[in-house]
């Protein structure tokens, strides 16, 4: 079975400072990808980026990287420039071969001015 | 951009009741999904929906549950008799042509069970 762990429920970060959110995985599927999403108060989930077990870069999508470290298990995900915009509740997720995506509890993200 | 959409927002119900949530994916999008989220807790999967028939479903997604795709750009989610801890945001997302496109949501329906 896939398991997603996020062990940092909050962080705290200044403006224009990058911050690390953690993220680690466990399956014995070759084949997977790995997301993450930011919801804000709102509620709604957006989708920031995605790796794929295969792919020999690590993804970046704007101020968006995601920090991947296979013999680890690990898919971090780094925002450089911490906008206050940012502040929200991020989710790593996970989707093995077929299956659906499979989600970690999340951390609250906060930036400060 | 398209994007996927819920209606409605908010809905308020009875026990016992039954609620359809309603979505409407991106347009080219073949895969289909539902997730909830109980306040505060981490997203569920429900059921996902491919070639118009459900490809998997959670142990959540139990005979209350059923899900329709009725006119080829709605996508909903019916709960025949509510529960009390049915009270969760649902999240209707579709995914692309290939089964590993990323899957994007939509804004989400807040239900609340009384």
């Known amino acids: 079975a896939q398991k997603i762990t996020q062990t940092q429920p909050g962080m705290f970060v200044q403006e224009k400072e990058a911050v690390t959110l953690d993220c680690t995985y466990d399956t014995s599927d070759p084949s997977y990808g790995l997301f993450w999403y930011k919801q804000p108060s709102s509620g709604e989930m957006i989708f920031l980026i995605y790796q794929g077990s295969y792919d020999q870069q690590n993804a970046t999508e704007g101020r968006y990287s995601l920090n991947f470290q296979k013999a680890r298990k690990s898919a971090n995900l780094v925002i450089s420039a911490s906008q206050l915009g940012d502040s929200a509740m991020y989710f790593c997720a996970m989707r093995v071969g077929y299956s659906t995506l499979t989600f970690g509890k999340g951390t609250m993200l906060l930036v400060s001015p | 951009e398209p994007e996927v959409t819920q209606t409605p927002s908010h809905q308020v119900t009875q026990m016992g009741q039954e609620v359809i949530l309603r979505c409407v994916p991106i347009s080219n999008h073949l895969y289909f999904y539902w997730y909830r989220q109980i306040l505060g807790q981490k997203v569920e999967f429900l059921v996902s929906f491919y070639n118009n028939e459900i490809s998997e479903k959670s142990e959540i997604f139990d005979d209350q549950f059923s899900v329709e795709r009725p006119d080829g750009s709605n996508f909903t989610l019916k709960i025949r008799s509510t529960k009390l801890e049915d009270s969760a945001m649902y999240f209707c997302?579709?995914?692309?042509?290939?089964?590993?496109?990323?899957?994007?949501f939509g804004p989400g329906t807040r239900l609340t069970v009384l």
């Open positions: 997302a579709s995914g692309g042509v290939h089964y590993d496109n990323e899957q994007f």
